[in-house]
Antibody, heavy 112, light 109 residues
């Protein structure tokens, strides 16, 4: 069964950091671009960042440039998102997506 | 970054046909934007319906199809079912970066 499982979300103060992880099973992420997508409460989907199969190319939305870094470890079949200098507007459920499969999401809440 | 536009809401009768569209602020949508379509029901995560304009996920019902139509990406639902009531999002690629549309709330009524 193809599965993506996110972890690492939680409550963090403004300016703080979190590292999200996404563990894949049932398929090999090394064959796919992998994406992070977020959804603020009651809002639509927002693409956050992605990374090429071998990690040689990365892209992210302007609002997170210089703060978020996407990475992957194909040997561990895992995807990561390092989030620094977090702001209230980063509050959202964060999903990983790849190979047309989605995780269940992990909630990040930025609040004092 | 580009802005991707979708109809905010649409209504279709059970058994009817409806087409959702996805436009780009940069001009015509082409296959080079690798359009994706996703469905999201309340309280659930998204699921992939269509990738690369016309290709269906293995679990996508046959009543859904993707195309390019009048300079936009399009998702056509033929023979709507009550369970198709959901939010639908398109996603376009711009040289690697991606942008979602604002979503279309589809009501089956």
């Amino acid at each position: 069964e193809v599965q993506l499982v996110e972890s690492g979300g939680g409550l963090v103060q403004p300016g703080g950091s979190l590292r999200l992880s996404c563990a894949a099973s049932g398929f090999t992420i090394s064959n796919y671009w992998m994406n992070w997508v977020r959804q603020a409460p009651g809002k639509g989907l927002e693409w956050v960042a992605n990374i090429k199969q071998d990690g040689s190319e990365k892209h992210c939305v302007d609002s997170v440039k210089g703060r978020f870094t996407v990475s992957r470890d194909n040997a561990k079949n895992s995807l990561y998102l390092q989030m620094n200098s977090l702001r209230a507007e980063d509050t959202a459920v964060y999903y990983c997506e790849g190979g047309m499969s989605w995780g269940q999401g992990t909630l990040v809440t930025v609040s004092s | 970054q580009a802005v991707v536009t979708q109809e905010p809401s649409l209504t279709v009768s059970p058994g009817g046909t409806v087409t959702l569209t996805c436009g780009s602020s940069t001009g015509a949508v082409t296959s080079g934007h690798y359009p994706f379509w996703f469905q999201q029901k309340p309280g659930q995560g998204p699921r992939t319906l269509i990738y690369d304009t016309t290709n269906k996920h293995s679990r996508t019902p046959a009543r859904f199809s993707g195309s390019l139509l009048g300079g936009k990406a399009a998702l056509t639902l033929s023979g709507a079912q009550p369970e198709d009531e959901a939010e639908y999002y398109c996603l376009l690629s711009y040289s690697g970066a991606r942008v979602f549309g604002g979503g279309t709330k589809l009501t089956v009524l």
